[in-house]
């Protein structure tokens, strides 16, 4: 059969290189030969390649590569480690071996779409929950079992809830929330929890209306800060809008010369405007010595605190009949 | 000369009493009115000349105008700066009977409708004009828009961006240089006509005085737009308007550039007086004060006693009682307060408050002249504008 017709494109690429190095195939898996049982190049190649899904790469790359593993201990290596493993082989491999391995790489690097693959956010999340709930984190008492066991349940149960629901009070996303009840309480020291647990204790109905009222606190929560931070902003926006209408009144009211004699009634409102409270005020807010409280409806002295002008005395915002 | 003073609250707004001769409300803010606690006073002036605090609400925010209950004598009506208008039943403590809240912003100014007395008009710094009914606490029964400088005369071909890329020509005095912009929306007084309960005017920071005519459709999609507007100061803000009491379409206003102007509504659509500009008619007022207050001048009343008595209010801090040379009280005179060469046609000035002089009216009882003015020292004065 010709090269061409070959249907398996490993027979194809194989016939290929077995014309051209088939010399070569021998010292390129002599070493590995042993461990594959094979003494034929294709078949080293072949069952190289078919065993990369049992190990997540080619046994032969395995023998070699002496770096790191992916983080998961499982799946596809990233491009840079295939990178790095390839620049292994190139040191202890002759130069014909490197060119007959390419194939080989290109297959092993081919990445396979599944669709029932979970995302990657969702991986590095439970990745980050395994992590968490295996530093010695404090676990209640109903939970601690040997992490192994902890980890397998989650993998079990992970289908059933979220990582992103395991709520990490380091990370600062969310606030510090804590409800007086006893599962909220687990869920916040990041322990493990199990569904079927949850569910045999609750039911899927509670767990749902669960998730339904923690995601509720949570979200007032955040719209809280959201609003205090917001109106802090507002605030002090307001006190540099302050101050600078009060430059406005100030310097639109001081005379850039004095008043000539001529000029009475001119030196006169001059003269009220020298003596006038309200200047007086405006003068202050404008230096900066009194400005408008971020918190309640008072002008006072940053310096001192002390209030100026009025306190202000909350009224209740009610008519006669509804009292 | 009587005098009342309210400890650490500001005078904004006052109005005698349409049924007891010595009672006169006052609205106040704390603070000069700038944050904190309003309050409404009650004052009665007593035989002896005495003014004493009869009653008095201390409110959540600064009072900026007052308005009695045409059809209750026992009630004042409030235009507070936390956007609500609150009706107070004087007999009571505490808390107002009725709130009236649908404005965004400070409600700066409020009047009673003197001719079918169930309604009232607001207006706001959020740019609205409202009417209300005093029995119906849930909503406003109107909505009225006045145009701004920056919006195109309606089936005009002004482009609305080149509009508003333009700045009103100012002059070079410092006290013009301030930004002119800020306040545009703000419809600073708005008052039914005491001849027509239909007829509305207004006054804005766009410097714009607006005429509405509540028996004309003239709904857009957010409110009625006025049937007729001018630009009453030049482009800088028209503070004030009031109609005078005998002459139905003769009335005053008063604005940033330090003038009252009286104009005659009947002169405004035609005849040699309009010049076309590009923020519409800018028209030529029949009766000016110009040189009268050295600052704007923020409250205007025509005398309920006179037909060309004029009282304003202004923040140089004086309170200035005019007489309008234009008309004699039976004709037209062609005259206009520049003609007279010397005080311009004051009668009186009063200058004892030390600070901005904000709310005025003339006594409706006894002795025609008597006012009282408000200002932000405190003081309440009551004096003779005529003497």
């Known amino acids: ?323 | 000369m009587l005098r009342y003073h309210t400890q650490g609250f500001s005078g904004y707004g006052l109005q005698y009493s349409p049924y007891f001769d010595n009672k006169i409300a006052l609205a106040t803010g704390s603070n000069f009115g700038l944050i904190g606690n309003g309050k409404l006073f009650l004052l009665d002036i007593e035989r002896n000349g005495q003014i004493r605090e009869s009653n008095s609400f201390l409110t959540q925010d600064c009072l900026f105008d007052i308005a009695w209950n045409e059809l209750q004598a026992n009630q004042v009506l409030t235009a507070q700066g936390d956007g609500s208008l609150r009706l107070f039943d004087i007999t009571l403590k505490q808390y107002p009977i009725a709130i009236f809240k649908e404005h965004e912003r400070e409600v700066l100014s409020c009047d009673w409708n003197l001719v079918s007395k169930n309604k009232f008009v607001s207006s706001s710094w959020d740019g609205d004009v409202k009417i209300w009914s005093p029995t119906r606490s849930q909503g406003s029964l109107l909505t009225l828009k006045p145009r701004h400088a920056d919006t195109p005369i309606t089936g005009s071909r002004v482009d609305t961006i080149e509009a508003r890329s333009k700045q009103i020509p100012l002059s070079n005095q410092r006290e013009h240089n301030l930004d002119t912009n800020q306040n545009k929306s703000c419809v600073y007084q708005a008052q039914f006509s005491p001849h027509d309960d239909n007829i509305i005017i207004s006054s804005s920071g766009s410097s714009m005085v607006s005429l509405f005519d509540l028996r004309v459709n003239s709904q857009s999609s957010n409110g009625s737009v006025p049937q007729f507007d001018f630009m009453a100061h030049g482009g800088l803000e028209a503070l004030c308007c009031d109609f005078n009491k005998y002459r139905p379409h003769i009335i005053a206003t008063g604005g940033v550039d330090s003038r009252v102007k009286i104009w005659d509504l009947r002169m405004l659509r035609s005849g040699p007086m309009k010049v076309h500009g590009p923020y519409g008619s800018q028209l030529v007022c029949v009766n000016e004060i110009v040189g009268g207050h050295e600052l704007a001048v923020r409250q205007v009343k025509w005398s309920p006693h006179s037909s060309h008595h004029l009282l304003s209010t202004s923040y140089d801090m004086t309170a200035c009682v005019w007489n309008d040379l234009s008309f004699n009280g039976k004709k037209v005179t062609g005259k206009t307060n520049m003609t007279d060469a010397i005080n311009h046609g004051l009668i009186k000035r009063m200058d004892k408050h030390t600070e901005f002089v904000f709310g005025a009216d003339w006594s409706l009882w006894g002795q025609p002249g008597i006012v009282a003015t408000t200002s932000w020292d405190g003081n309440t004065f009551v004096w003779n504008g005529l003497k």
């Open chain 1, 1 to 323: 059969m010709s090269d061409s017709c070959h249907v398996n494109p490993l027979q194809q690429l194989n016939s290929k290189n077995n014309l051209q190095f088939d010399n070569q195939h021998h010292t390129t898996f002599s070493h590995i030969s042993s461990n594959v049982g094979s003494s034929s190049g294709y078949h080293a190649k072949e069952t190289a390649f078919m065993n990369q899904g049992q190990n997540g790469m080619p046994q032969n790359i395995l023998h070699h590569h002496q770096g790191p593993l992916s983080p998961m201990g499982q799946g596809p290596l990233s491009p840079m480690s295939n990178g790095s493993s390839s620049r292994q082989l190139g040191h202890t491999q002759s130069n014909i071996s490197d060119v007959s391995d390419e194939w080989l790489n290109q297959f092993s690097s081919m990445k396979v779409h599944d669709p029932l693959e979970f995302s990657n956010d969702y991986k590095r999340l439970y990745e980050s929950y395994i992590r968490n709930s295996t530093m010695g984190t404090p676990t209640p008492a109903r939970s601690r079992q040997p992490i192994q066991q902890q980890q397998q349940q989650q993998t079990n149960t992970h289908v059933n809830y979220r990582p992103l629901l395991s709520r990490d009070h380091q990370s600062g996303y969310f606030p510090s929330y804590r409800t007086a009840q006893p599962i909220a309480s687990q869920w916040t020291t990041n322990a493990p929890l199990s569904a079927p647990e949850f569910e045999t204790t609750n039911g899927q109905g509670s767990i749902d209306s669960y998730f339904d009222l923690e995601f509720n606190n949570v979200e007032n929560e955040l719209q809280k800060q959201e609003t205090e931070s917001t109106s802090q902003e507002q605030m002090n926006f307001e006190q540099v809008e302050f101050q600078k209408h009060a430059k406005d009144i100030v310097r639109s009211c001081t005379p850039d010369v004095p008043a000539s004699p001529d000029q009475t009634t001119s030196s006169q409102l001059h003269s009220k405007f020298a003596s006038s409270k309200f200047m007086g005020l405006m003068r202050k807010v404008s230096d900066g010595v009194v400005t408008i409280k971020k918190t309640e409806r008072e002008l006072f002295t940053p310096e001192t605190g002390e209030v100026v002008g009025n306190e202000y005395f909350p009224v209740l915002d009610e008519r006669q009949e509804q009292l």
